[in-house]
């Protein structure tokens, strides 16, 4: 969903060439992405944050309550990153540049089908000391032994499946701990939950979703 032509056919073409990877609909402006997207329910969407009437944050923060969300991958010319933030906080997995190196978005679209995330290091550092200035005191003693494990491979950009398959747990087990994580440390999505962990020191900065096929 971009408004300049050119880039909206450079990236159907490049992702067409994918055998995994099915382009199912594009928009030029924030208002027709919405209703294509309720209209196709694609399982992942590449957003431009700056479009005519309607931007990507209104886009991101339309789709919030509807039951069959896409995963989204912000692919914007925007450095800003308080406007990382601010998509981040507002449901995207990934938040990447307009000159990331096309097999990078490719990656960003797998791990997003799956519940992962690819973010720039600058980034994830700047997510991290958002959490800082805003930590929570005591939230990790909440959590069972289990769920800092699964807290720990949501950090390091990790689906649910490749959860399940390094901690040895079924699928379904997985998504339970990730829903009870986010109730007991009060967050809206497992990117602000992987942003914690982060922030907690399970796994170094270096680890954090920069890998998500890993496992």
């Known amino acids: ?14 992702l067409a060439q994918e055998p995994d990877v099915e382009v199912v609909g594009e928009a030029a402006d924030g208002t027709q992405a919405l209703a294509e997207i309720r209209r196709l329910h694609p399982d992942v969407v590449l957003l431009d944050l700056v479009m005519p009437g309607l931007d990507g944050l209104g886009v991101l923060h339309a789709l919030r309550d509807d039951v069959q969300r896409p995963a989204v991958v912000v692919l914007t010319s925007y ?6 933030i601010e998509a981040m906080r507002a449901g995207a997995l990934s938040y990447l540049p307009k000159t990331t190196a ?10 997003a089908a799956t519940g992962g995330s690819v973010l720039t290091p600058d980034v994830t550092a700047a997510l991290v000391q958002r959490w800082r200035e805003h930590e929570r005191d005591g939230a990790l003693e909440r959590l069972s032994a289990r769920e800092r494990d699964v807290l720990a491979e949501l950090s390091r950009g990790r689906s ?17 701990h990730v829903s009870s994580i ?25 680890d954090a979703l920069s890998d998500p096929s890993a496992g």
Do not use: C, W, Y
């Not at 450095?79 to 990382?84: G, I, L, R």
């Not at 990078?104 to 797998?110: K, L, Q, Y």
């Not at 967050?187 to 270096?206: K, N, Y």
């Open 1 to 14: 969903m971009d408004d300049h032509e050119v880039v909206r056919h450079g990236l159907r073409f490049m």
């Open 79 to 84: 450095s800003d990153e308080h406007k990382a």
């Open 102 to 111: 096309a097999d990078r978005v490719t990656e960003a679209v797998r791990a």
């Open 160 to 176: 649910n499946r490749e959860i399940a398959r390094a901690l040895s747990l079924g699928e379904q087990t997985v998504k339970s």
């Open 182 to 206: 986010l109730m007991k440390l009060g967050l809206q999505d497992r990117t602000q939950a992987a942003i914690f962990g982060l922030q907690q020191g399970l796994v170094p900065l270096g």
